[in-house]
């Protein structure tokens, strides 16, 4: 199968990151995607549970780095 990229600036990118990774650049494009699909589905799957706890009046309750956004009164209150 053939990618054909006609944007100057995304060819400089693939690239500098194939060089970067010291990589073809079938392998860098793969390897961007793959991460950029897997933060485009993270960011997804936290919209639909941030629009479910909503729905359901439940506290959005978060783990790690975002912890800090857990609202804790909400989360601690019965009913």
Same mark, same amino acid.
């Given at each position: 199968?053939? *990618?054909? =990229?006609?944007?100057?600036?995304?060819? +400089? *990118?693939?690239? %500098? #990151? #194939? +060089?970067?990774?010291?990589?073809? =650049?079938?392998?860098?494009?793969? #390897? #961007? *995607?793959? %991460?950029?699909?897997?933060? /485009?589905?993270?960011?997804? !799957?936290?919209?639909?549970? !941030? @629009?479910?706890?909503?729905? /359901?009046?439940?506290?959005?309750?978060?783990?790690? !780095?975002? @912890?800090?956004?857990?609202?804790?009164? %909400?989360?601690?209150?019965?009913?």
């Amino acid at each position: 199968m053939a *990618l054909n =990229i006609k944007d100057q600036r995304t060819d +400089e *990118l693939a690239r %500098r #990151a #194939a +060089e970067l990774r010291q990589s073809g =650049i079938t392998e860098a494009v793969r #390897a #961007a *995607l793959e %991460r950029d699909v897997i933060l /485009l589905e993270a960011e997804r !799957d936290q919209r639909r549970k !941030d @629009f479910l706890a909503k729905s /359901l009046n439940a506290p959005l309750l978060y783990k790690g !780095d975002d @912890f800090a956004k857990t609202d804790i009164a %909400r989360a601690v209150s019965p009913g």
